[in-house]
């Protein structure tokens, strides 16, 4: 049937209508410039579709019911609760104008037949919120967004949505909830944005049929991910964020090289439930704390361009995390793993923000490992590095450069030859402190390093010229590579052992300390250098050398010294060899021995040994 209006019609809102049998006959209205008032269609035997055309407004106060289309061609005002139903299979709801309330009011789109479908295609609400007077919207259905809707409370969606464009969706301080999947309409197309104060909920995956072009949650209510959300641009979440998906599963937040940034704090919905994985690209991440409150169960990002940016100074979780982006510390920052075999690994750079050093704070569970694959602090260092527990293994495969200290409360495995620079290092306090693994390690401690038998396995040491070395009493040293001391080295008394096997022993400062000192240099480049004094401030108690010999400076001990190999004197005249009891001049000590050059030695000789006489 086809109802045309004229001035003042009106459908009694309390009257009804309906068809002889449910879905027979539908009905067209054409209200043309007229306003018209509408009660309840449908209820008891729906009818089979509505239209309604015309200009003027549309003023719906109750329910209407259809099996088959409902088409709004008209503005909507809402001047009472009002329900566009649609039941039939492959149903469909269609509002071609806006829709706005006389009253504060609800609306409910339910295309709730198998395959039903619900187009907005004009603005639900006004953006400004005093004027706004449509209170919830609830939509059942397969929901295209081809226009913005905007309440002054709850809007919930049940149905997939699809959006027709750039979209706002916008509740004031209301709940949005997206109970089903989000998409574009053309991949990369169309892009989402949440604006209010309310508590926005993603239970459906988004963007995971079309990306969209971006999703924008400036609304200032907290966030709950409850799937992942794939975009071709920009993610950016305002309010506190939680992850919500299954316990024992994965969220993903994916851009096509573009930002996600947090500007609040992300926590699991269950402790230890919930994993988070970024995949920006060469897009960068800005991210808030983490699990500060409720630890997710992992985190990962993807390897790329883009830098991870920690504005937070806590990122936890329970079990495993992994970067694979670069990390730049904007504040000082705190990585844990609770479980106890939680491992932390590090697979890029890590430097502080250039403004300021920061701290990095590294603690796996007990027996979790920490991984450091890419260098730290070669563009900005952190202030200070500081890796928590004593059980796991700790890997460092890459540089280390910090500017307050070192603090490795475990073991140090070496994962590569690397250098590690700062003031002061600080190891185990017992039992094993580097385990070289066949790597060298270099150290550029300003303030210092102690040696002692609790470093094995390296293929070589080396301290820079500004790292001074003291070896502890009673170590025993060694190494599958050479040994060389930039700086000065005290010996710290009773007796130390240095060996290197296929290295040379360097010593280019000078060598200090009241202690029996024995080096042994064999193999491939073997060699013993002493470039400055041995003793001259502190005598040694003794020398032993093993390994092909050159001395630069004067040796001085107040015990024996022993060569077991040539010596060659380099860069002075003469040096003297002073102190020592055990030097024999035709089987009589001597003293005071001056080896003056390759073929001349002077030496206080005892009585009675004039003339030719074995050195010993």
Known sequence: STLNATYGSTFDPLSTINTSASGAYGLTI????????????????????????????SVFKKAMTATTAETINTPILLGGHSSLIVNGTNGAINLNNTVDGVNTYQLVLNASGTSGTVAI????????????????????????????????????????????????????????????????????????????????????????????????????????????????????????TTIGITSGSTVTLTTSNADISFTGAIDGLAAGAQGLIFNTGS?????????????????????GAGVMYTNGSTIRTSNNQTFAAPIILNVDTTFTGTATASAITFNNTINSTSAAARALTVTPGATGSVSINGAVGAQAPPSSITLSGTGGTKTLANNITTTTGQTYSGPITLGANITLTDSTL????????????????????????TLNSNWTGLAGLTTAANTAATIASGTTFSSTGPLTFNGPVTLAGGSGSLSANNGAINFNSTINGAQALTLSSTGTGSGILFSRNVGSTTALTSLTLTGPTTVGGNITTTGSQTYNSDITVTG???????????????????????????????????????????VT
């Open 30 to 57: 054409n209200q043309g410039a007229y306003s018209l008032d509408y009660g309840i269609i449908g209820d008891v035997r729906p009818i089979s579709y509505l239209t309604i055309n015309g200009s003027g407004n």
């Open 121 to 240: 295609n004009g603005l639900i609400g006004n953006a400004i919120a005093n004027t706004n007077k449509v209170t919830t919207l609830t939509v059942t259905g397969t929901a295209t967004l081809n226009a913005d809707v905007y309440s002054i409370s709850g809007q919930t969606y049940n149905g997939a949505v699809k959006l027709g464009g750039n979209r706002i969706v916008d509740s004031n301080t209301g709940t949005i909830l997206f109970a089903n999947t989000v998409n574009a309409l053309s991949t990369g197309a169309q892009g989402l944005t949440i604006g209010g104060a309310g508590v926005t909920t993603f239970n459906g995956l988004v963007g995971a049929t079309a990306a969209l072009a971006y999703l924008n949650e400036i609304a200032t209510g907290a966030v709950n991910i409850n799937n992942s959300v794939t975009t071709t641009g920009y993610q950016a979440y305002v309010g506190a």
């Open 283 to 303: 897009g960068n991440l800005n991210i808030k704390n983490i699990g500060a409150t409720t630890a997710l169960a992992s985190l990962t990002t993807t390897s």
């Open 426 to 449: 600080t190891l185990a306090a017992t039992g094993s402190q580097v385990v070289g693994a066949g790597y060298a390690l270099t150290l550029a401690m300003s303030s210092g390093v």
């Open 572 to 614: 002075i005249s003469a040096f003297e060899i002073t102190g020592a009891t055990g030097v024999t001049i035709g089987g009589a000590a001597a003293s005071n021995v001056n080896v003056v050059s390759d073929t001349t030695i002077t030496a206080t000789t005892p009585a009675g040994s004039a003339g030719s006489a074995g």
